[in-house]
T-cell receptor, first 115, second 112 residues
Framework: AQSVAQPEDQVNVAEGNPLTVKCTYS??????LFWYVQYPNRGLQFLLK??????LVKGSYGFEAEFNKSQTSFHLKKPSALVSDSALYFC?????????????FGAGTRLFVKA | KAGVTQTPRYLIKTRGQQVTLSCSPI?????VSWYQQTPGQGLQFLFE???????NKGNFPGRFSGRQFSNSRSEMNVSTLELGDSALYLC???????????FGPGTRLTVL
């Protein structure tokens, strides 16, 4: 069965410092991996995805993520955090299951960036 | 292009009632998925529709149902509401089933 784990409920980082939000996954086939961000009282916004190709993918707002097949990880990174990056981040895997696609989300990691 | 729209944005119902939520996907998107978001359970997959057919369903009781119309608009229905159904219900659409999804703002359902 597919699963996504985000081991940290919360990540705290100072503005200007690099940030990492961790994600590991388990799928039966090829993974379609995504990161989404949710700001208060709003729906999720797509940040970036890995379907195939380069292991380092770049996305919106300066975020990037590295796909590591051997470690089944897809960690989200940003070289220099901004206060405005404070939000709830979800890792997700989209997998073909019983004839249709199904998206499994991690529990979410709340990022706090302190000025 | 207009984004994914969901109506209504807020709903208050009492136990035992039923509710219908509506979702209009981005123009041209044929895949529509529904999710339930709660503080305790996080984001839970409800079902996915593609070309008017339910392609996948999550682990929810039969009280939760949905459908998709020929114009890709989708509705989900919850019958015999329970207190535990209080949640943010999110709809998402995608152009291709395996690609990224675009989410609506959600419908906040409160069951009293």
């Amino acid at each position: 069965a597919q699963s996504v784990a985000q081991p940290e409920d919360q990540v705290n980082v100072a503005e200007g410092n690099p940030l990492t939000v961790k994600c590991t996954y388990s799928v039966s086939g090829n993974p379609y991996l995504f990161w989404y961000v949710q700001y208060p009282n709003r729906g999720l916004q797509f940040l970036l995805k890995y379907i195939t190709g380069d292991n380092l993918v770049k996305g919106s707002y300066g975020f990037e993520a590295e796909f590591n097949k051997s470690q089944t990880s897809f960690h989200l990174k940003k070289p220099s955090a901004l206060v405005s990056d404070s939000a709830l981040y979800f890792c997700a895997v989209r997998d073909l299951d019983t004839g249709g696609f199904k998206t499994i989300f991690g529990a979410g990691t709340r990022l706090f960036v302190k000025a | 292009k207009a984004g994914v729209t969901q109506t209504p944005r807020y709903l208050i119902k009492t136990r035992g009632q039923q509710v219908t939520l509506s979702c209009s996907p981005i123009s041209g998107h044929r895949s529509v998925s529904w999710y339930q978001q709660t503080p305790g359970q996080g984001l839970q997959f409800l079902f996915e529709y593609f070309s008017e057919t339910q392609r996948n369903k999550g682990n929810f009781p039969g009280r939760f149902s949905g459908r998709q119309f020929s114009n890709s608009r989708s509705e989900m229905n919850v019958s015999t509401l329970e207190l535990g159904d209080s949640a943010l219900y999110l709809c998402a659409s995608s152009a291709v089933q395996y690609n990224e999804q675009f989410f609506g703002p959600g419908t906040r359902l409160t069951v009293l």
